[in-house]
């Protein structure tokens, strides 16, 4: 298995401009996750998808902050505009069954977000 | 919400040394995991253990659920187990919360 794949792995954008991250999860796992790491915050949740349906979307800080899963293979986040404290670094995140489940979490490589 | 306190926050050591990790939490928890950090920011699950002792190779992980806490045992470290030791958990809301980490640092 290919394991969670996100993409860009790096970008870096100029502030204002939008900014789309994408996130393949695991085949066949149904929930999925949206973390920001920073040094000040650590990982904080931003949402949690089960079954394509957000289920928690409590931690994305505004409403500049959007995320989507059309499909079960597919997710987006998109931060618009984007401002430098946006600066981090986003991991998607999967896992069969819900986070409560006790079923194992499984990060992709991160993209790293950088805001000038 | 659920807190989330790791111990120590840093810790450096000489390679084949062992070291102790702890992970206490504030609240009732029904998952608990270790994950690692790479130097690379790759996050590698170590261990899903909401109770009981697991062990895999010279890695150990024990939750002692009714007393609130979990740790993580390294034995006979090396270098490539540097980086940032995480405790996330499962509280009464579906949300797997980190703690802070505890960064080990493992010189030749």
């Known amino acids: 298995d290919a394991g969670v794949i996100q993409s860009p792995r790096h970008e870096v954008t100029e502030m204002g401009q939008e900014v789309t991250l994408r996130c393949k999860p695991i085949?066949?796992?149904?929930?999925l996750f949206w973390y920001r790491q920073t040094m000040m915050r650590g990982l904080e949740l931003l949402i949690y998808f089960n079954n394509n349906v957000p289920i928690d979307d409590s931690g994305m800080p505004e409403d500049r902050f959007s995320a989507k899963m059309p499909n079960a293979s597919f997710s987006t986040l998109k931060i618009q505009p984007s401002e430098p404290r946006d600066s981090a670094v986003y991991f998607c995140?999967?896992?069969?069954?819900?986070?409560?489940?006790?079923?194992?979490?499984?990060f992709g490589e991160g993209s790293w977000l950088t805001v000038v | 919400g659920i807190q989330v306190e790791q111990s120590p926050p840093d810790l450096i050591l000489q390679e084949g040394a062992n070291s102790t990790l702890r992970c206490n939490f504030s609240?009732?928890?029904?998952?608990l995991q270790w994950f690692h950090q790479n130097p690379w920011g790759q996050l590698i699950n170590l261990f899903y253990?909401?109770?009981g002792t697991k062990q895999n190779g010279r890695l150990s992980a024990t939750t002692v659920a009714t007393e609130r806490y979990s740790l993580l045992y390294i034995s006979s470290s090396q270098t490539t187990d540097s980086g940032v030791y995480f405790c996330a958990v499962v509280g009464g809301a579906q949300k797997l919360v980190f703690g802070q980490g505890t960064r080990l640092t493992i010189n030749p």
């Open positions: 995140a999967s896992s069969l069954g819900s986070s409560r489940s006790g079923n194992t979490i499984y």
């Open positions: 085949s066949g796992h149904n929930s």
């Open positions: 609240d009732s928890v029904n998952n």
């Open positions: 253990i909401p109770s």
